[in-house]
């Protein structure tokens, strides 16, 4: 038989993953704060526990997937002595030293715990593009990997219970910083009769794609150092032109609040004395606050 699992919450997240693990052939039993959502749950065979404590009771896996670290807390503390011998898989956004916290709490009931970032939207979940980042007790990792394959690939990033967060953060500082600059670039397009998709699908797309290749450049040089004369778009010349962003996006009537931030610290870049080097001085001015 395979494992048990128990999801608490059944909110998008949580109903995609209580989904997948039935669809794996998981025992599944869930508990949601508001009783019966997502009935369609019922015909896959899912049990439905009438409490916290029943629902961990019941199965070895325990994953929680509520709204935040607050309502982890305030919906474990009164079950907290079922948890013992078994393993918590918190898959809640939140930051490295809330994970840290939960984590420390978890193993005073003689639970493993395991921290988890969902790389994913619900309609990913079981399929092949999702992966979810997990950090903690590693015992646990390796005893339920193939468990927790069902819901997307898992990825351990270190026993540090606070590396998961930290690695979900950053990428979604990446996701964010590309939405930001893409939702300017339409309003600038839009400012004038351009077809957005045309422009997104021809030519936008393309851009970014090609910009990714950037990043590794960058990331190589954080790890390894700068290869001599490698800065084949300075800084200094990349502040210089910036200012065309911003003028351009005024006079187009276009709000270039997303760009400020990247003029900003091309110019303390330069004016620290960084004018000659690549985008990796960025990286390493935003670490130095
Ligand atoms: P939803 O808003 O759809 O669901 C929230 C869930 O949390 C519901 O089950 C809700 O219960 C429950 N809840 C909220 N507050 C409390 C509380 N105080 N006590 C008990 N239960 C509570 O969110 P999602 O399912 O989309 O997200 C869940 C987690 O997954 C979040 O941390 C989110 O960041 C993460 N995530 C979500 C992604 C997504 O695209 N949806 C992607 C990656 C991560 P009730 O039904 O009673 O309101």
Known sequence: MKTPATVLGLGAMGTAL?????????????????????????????????????????????????LDDASVRDTLA?????????????????TPEQARRTADWTTQQDAEYLDGGIMAVPVMIGGPAAFILYSGSETAFERHQADLAALARPTFVGSDPGLAALHDLALLSGMYGMFGGAAHALALISSEKVSPTAFTAELLVPWL????????????????????????????????AF???????????????????????????????????????????????
């Not at 669809?23 to 916290?52: F, I, M, Q």
């Not at 090609?210 to 390894?224: F, Q, R």
Request: hydrophobic share 45%; charged share 20%.
């Open 243 to 289: 200012g065309n962003l911003t003028e351009a996006s005024h006079a187009q009537g276009v709000d270039p609040r997303m760009l400020i931030p990247m003029r900003d610290l091309l110019d303390r870049a330069v004016a620290e004395g960084h004018g000659d080097e690549d985008l990796a001085a960025t990286v390493r001015l935003l670490a130095k606050d």
């Open 18 to 66: 209580a989904r997948a693990f039935l669809a794996a052939g998981h025992p599944t039993t869930v508990w949601n704060r508001t009783p019966d959502r997502s009935p369609e749950l019922d015909d896959l065979g899912v049990t439905r526990a009438k409490t916290v404590a029943d629902a961990i009771a019941a199965s070895p896996l325990v994953v929680v997937c509520l």
């Open 209 to 240: 794609t090609a910009m990714l290749g950037a990043v590794s450049g960058i990331a190589n040089d954080l790890e390894y150092g700068a290869e001599p004369g490698a800065a084949g778009s300075n800084l200094a010349m990349q502040a210089a």
């Open 78 to 94: 009164p079950a907290a002595s079922e948890l013992g011998s078994r393993t918590l898989v918190n898959l809640v956004n939140g």
